[in-house]
């Protein structure tokens, strides 16, 4: 998932830059311009006018590690190879999440949403988290539907897809180990039934049990090119996410996920997301949650 870029780092290199601290790396207008046309015109993300010190802070270690002279011969790098393309991606995108982060979308999943599926008799659900970051959502979600089937579970098709753009975080998530510091905040049933302790090496981590992982498939999607989602999709989570956008990109997106979601497909946007100026085709009908219009 894409989120707000770190403030201390970029409030840092802001301050650098505005005692008049000397750059490694020549580092023009044409640069930052060069950086936010490739953001905008590959991952649609808008980058703000006030990012230019924090572009220089994320890609001068490509820099160095590539042994380049300026920005411009990266550029020039990024636009002839595919894999640092990639590695200009990871480095311009920022993933900050948390398990069950805005908890209200996980209450309505085990619940409400459940009970809605049962009673009209629905047992396969198949749900997507597009820009999943390290993978918190995705089993923020499989964790949900555990605890709320319970004996049922066996009962239900279940598949989760989680989808981003940025190849670094889904490997994380993939593998499924984390610090203590980032299940800090779950209470001990939540670590009981769904972590695993390391011991020895993995000495302050845990990793996501497997019942759980079978639940999540991992996939690199950029949301700005067509999606190889075909659907029908129950339900889609895409939290924070579409901030980053500007209008045009929101719209298309937005219809590219009505296109997927089955005629009672929901979907579950962030608290500072408002899908229903930019599309007909959804309607709100709870906190942040919209239902495909028919």
């Known amino acids: 998932m894409h989120t707000a870029s770190d403030p201390s780092s970029d409030s840092l290199a802001a301050a650098l830059a505005g005692q008049g601290r000397s750059r490694e790396f020549p580092y023009t207008r044409k640069d930052f311009e060069w950086v936010r046309r490739a953001l905008h015109q590959h991952a649609g993300i808008e980058l703000a006018e ?24 990266y550029a020039r790098r990024v636009e002839s190879d595919p894999v640092e393309f990639g590695e200009f991606i990871n480095a311009m995108t920022t993933n900050l999440t948390a398990f069950f982060r805005e908890q209200h979308h996980f209450d309505f999943l085990g619940g409400e949403y459940l009970n809605q599926c049962r009673a009209r008799g629905q047992r396969r659900l198949r749900i997507w988290s597009a820009g999943c970051s390290m993978g918190e959502e995705p089993y923020s979600i499989a964790m949900t539907l555990i605890d709320a089937l319970g004996p049922e579970l066996p009962e239900w098709d279940i598949r989760i897809l989680a989808s981003d753009i940025d190849s670094r975080v889904l490997q994380t998530a993939q593998a499924g180990v984390y610090s203590l510091e980032r299940i800090s905040k779950l209470d001990k049933a939540q670590l009981s039934r769904h972590f695993l302790r390391g011991t020895g090496h993995n000495t302050g981590r845990v990793r996501i049990k497997p019942g759980v992982q079978a639940l999540v498939q991992f996939r690199q999607i950029n949301l700005m090119e067509p999606l190889p989602v075909k ?7 895409c939290r924070n996410v579409m901030i980053y956008f500007n209008n045009t990109s929101q719209a298309i997106l937005l219809e590219r996920f009505a296109d997927v979601l089955d005629e ?20 709100l009908s709870g906190n942040t949650i919209y239902r495909k219009v028919v």
């Open 50 to 73: 006030h990012k230019k010190d924090m572009v220089y802070n994320r890609l001068v270690g490509r820099l160095r590690a590539l042994s380049l002279k300026d920005f411009e011969a």
């Open 231 to 237: 659907g029908p999709v129950d339900l889609i989570f």
């Open 264 to 283: 009672q497909g929901i979907l579950i946007v962030g608290h500072s997301e408002s899908p229903y100026r930019l599309t007909h085709r959804l309607r």
